[in-house]
């Protein structure tokens, strides 16, 4: 018997028998091919003769097909790496592929890329070199364009009620949007962003890029600090679809009263404000017994404020009397005075901090680190 053989279309040389395709599957014309005639044409790599990237000067990010991408790139080197990455394709037939690349810096804005590749196809190991020129262009993303064109959805008004926010307060409202909004862009969300924080006489007002933005951070900041939120809406365009677009401002309006105010609110002692979150929340300097303000007056109970825990003066105790009375030297004259004793003075203690105001001189707790600032 002769032996089957098959031949090249191309040279007619002799071939071995190829295995033929799975039912359904299409057939390859060059696996026909001897292996001269098939590497005679064969590009193991198939590369761009050129590839040019956008990235945005204010931010860093890339344009890829419509859109704008975070890449966390360290230079452009990194970005061309990337880029070239995404763009060389291997042929389907190799086995244990392995490249590298070495960049060339050329200038500022042009970079060679010079990629080794190697792998095994028909049994035979392959070698190619190919060089990508890379231009980096310098363009500018939607969201640098939205912010230096002072785009913005919301805005949040930081204000208190009856009195002006302190400078710890305004600050620590800000904390809050940053520390909300970077973890919106953590998640990669492009859109999220701080547009404009403006300090106003009575306040600060904190632009965001969207209306969920102000409705989070405007929550979190009574959260934390207490108050109330109020949102106004105001219509300001259509877009391209006819529907409407509405800017809300959302007016955080703080409690009238902070941890550790020291206030009087009724016949019963002043009260040591030790949380505005929710009910007011406090503790008498008459008898050391918790103090929280009712349902109905909530963060501000109709009280007038007597100074703060920070004015008060170190004193010495000269008797304890009895487990109500304490006698003391009056910090200003230095007079023995007997004032209420708080079950929060020891029966040894040598020195207390007092507060002297126009309700008299009261006894004042020393942990001050128990206030809910």
Not at 289 to 312: M, S
């Amino acid at each position: 018997m002769s032996e089957s053989r098959e031949f090249c279309p191309r040279c007619g040389s002799a071939v071995d028998a190829r295995e033929e395709p799975l039912p359904g599957q299409p057939r390859d014309r060059d696996e026909k091919l001897c292996d001269d005639c098939y590497f005679e044409d064969f590009d193991l790599v198939d590369a761009p003769d050129r590839i040019e990237i956008q990235v945005c000067s204010g931010c860093g990010a890339v344009h890829r097909g419509n859109q704008w991408v975070d890449v966390g790139a360290r230079d452009y080197t990194d970005v061309a790496v990337d880029a070239v990455t995404e763009e060389l394709g291997v042929h389907v037939n190799a086995r244990d592929v392995q490249w590298g690349v070495e960049p060339e810096q050329v200038d500022a804005t042009t970079i060679r890329m010079h990629c080794e590749f190697s792998g095994v196809v028909r049994g035979t190991l392959r070698q190619e070199s190919v060089t990508v020129p890379v231009k980096i262009g310098s363009g500018t993303c939607t969201r640098c364009g939205r912010i230096a064109g002072g785009y913005y959805a919301s805005v949040i008004q930081v204000r208190a009620d009856d009195r002006i926010p302190t400078a710890e307060e305004t600050a620590r409202a800000v904390e809050i949007a940053e520390t909300y909004v970077a973890a919106r862009e953590e998640t990669g969300s492009r859109d999220a962003f701080i547009t404009e924080v403006t300090e106003a006489d009575d306040g600060v007002d904190i632009k965001l890029s969207s209306n969920q933005l102000g409705r989070g951070v405007s929550a979190r900041i009574s959260e934390e600090l207490g108050g109330t939120v109020e949102d106004h809406a105001t219509l300001v365009t259509e877009d391209s679809d006819g529907n409407e677009v509405y800017r809300v401002t959302f007016a955080v309006r703080l409690p009238r009263y902070r941890p550790g105010d020291v206030i009087d609110v009724d016949d019963e002692g002043p009260v040591l404000v030790r949380s505005v979150r929710g009910n007011l929340k406090g503790v008498r300097l008459t008898t050391g017994e918790r103090y929280e303000a009712d349902y109905e007056e909530g963060i501000a109970p109709d009280a007038r404020k007597l100074g703060d825990h920070e004015d008060g003066q170190e004193t010495t105790v000269v008797a304890i009397e009895d487990e109500r009375a304490v006698q003391v030297l009056d910090p200003e004259t230095y007079e023995a005075k007997t004032i209420a004793r708080p079950d929060y003075v020891p029966d040894d203690a040598e020195t207390v901090e007092v507060l002297k105001s126009r309700a008299g001189l009261h006894v004042l707790p020393d942990d001050e680190s128990d206030l809910d600032r």
